[in-house]
C-alpha cells in the first residue's frame, strides 16, 4: 500500500487565488512527522513546512500552511495568494518514528504539478 | 559547507561503462540518503547512512549499484556496467537524526547514459 498518496497529478490556479494540495499517508506509528517539498524546473527540492504529529496547531509558514487532519490522516498543502513562481511540482512526505532504531527516511509521494496563470 | 554538494552536476556516459557520484553533506549531519528521481517521477529511496552503524540498502535496485560513505561525511555512489534505464537524477540529501529534521537536498546528479 503507498504510504504517501497525492491524488492531484496537475493543478491549476489563478494567480492571487489560494490551492489547496491533497496529501493522504498511512502510518501506524504514534510519532510522525509530515514534510512538504516544492520541485521548480530547476530540479532543486526546497522545504516547505513541517507538521509532527503531536502537533496540535496546524504548521504556518508565510503563504503556507497545512491542514493537518490527523483521524482522516490528511495532510494538505495550502497556499495563499498565490504567485507565478509557485509553479513547480509539489511533494508530500513522511518520516516515521519506530522504537528500536529507525532509518528515519522520508517516503516520498508522487507529487502535484501545480501550475499558476496570469 | 552551507549545503549539500554534488558532483558532477551532469554526466554523460557510455552504456556498460562505470561511473561514480559523490556527495558532501552538511556539516554535522549524522544522517546521508541518496534518491533516484526519473524523468517526471518521485522520489525513489536507494540507500541511507547513519553514523557508523550498517547502512540501509534495501532501495538499491541492483547489484550493480554500491555506495559508501567515508569517515561518516563524503559519500560516493558508484554505478557499474551502467544500463539506459540509470538515466535519472540522483539526489543526495542529509539531515540530523530524528522524525522532526526535514532533508536538505543537494542539487542533484543528471546521469545520462547513451
Known amino acids: 500500500a503507498q504510504k504517501i498518496t497525492q491524488t492531484q497529478p496537475g493543478m491549476f490556479v489563478q494567480e492571487k487565488e489560494a490551492v489547496t494540495l491533497d496529501c493522504t499517508y498511512d502510518t501506524s506509528d504514534q510519532s510522525y512527522g509530515l514534510f512538504w517539498y516544492k520541485q521548480p524546473s530547476s530540479g532543486e527540492m526546497i522545504f516547505l513546512i513541517y507538521q509532527g504529529s503531536y502537533d496540535e496547531q496546524n504548521a504556518t509558514e508565510g503563504r503556507y500552511s497545512l491542514n493537518f487532519q490527523k483521524a482522516r490522516k490528511s495532510a494538505n498543502l495550502v497556499i495563499s495568494a498565490s504567485q507565478l513562481g509557485d509553479s513547480a511540482m509539489y511533494f508530500c512526505?513522511?518520516?516515521?518514528?519506530?522504537?528500536?532504531?529507525?532509518?528515519?527516511?522520508?517516503?516520498f509521494g508522487k507529487g502535484t504539478l501545480l501550475t499558476v496563470n496570469p | 559547507g552551507a549545503g549539500v554538494s554534488q558532483s558532477p552536476s551532469n554526466k554523460v556516459t557510455e552504456k556498460g561503462k562505470d561511473v561514480e557520484l559523490r556527495c558532501d553533506p552538511i556539516s554535522g549531519h549524522t544522517a546521508l540518503y541518496w534518491y533516484r528521481q526519473s524523468l517526471g517521477q518521485g522520489l525513489e529511496f536507494l540507500i541511507y547512512f547513519q553514523g557508523n552503524s550498517a547502512p540501509d540498502k534495501s532501495g538499491l535496485p541492483s547489484d550493480r549499484f554500491s555506495a559508501e560513505r567515508t569517515g561518516g561525511s563524503v559519500s560516493t555512489l558508484t554505478i557499474q556496467r551502467t544500463q539506459q534505464e540509470d538515466s535519472a537524477v540522483y539526489l543526495c540529501?542529509?539531515?540530523?537524526?530524528?522524525?522532526?529534521?526535514?532533508?536538505?537536498f543537494g542539487s542533484g546528479t543528471r546521469l545520462t547514459v547513451v
Open positions: 540529501a542529509s539531515s540530523h537524526r530524528g522524525i522532526n529534521y526535514g532533508y536538505t
Open positions: 512526505a513522511m518520516r516515521e518514528g519506530r522504537s528500536g532504531g529507525s532509518n528515519y527516511k522520508l517516503t
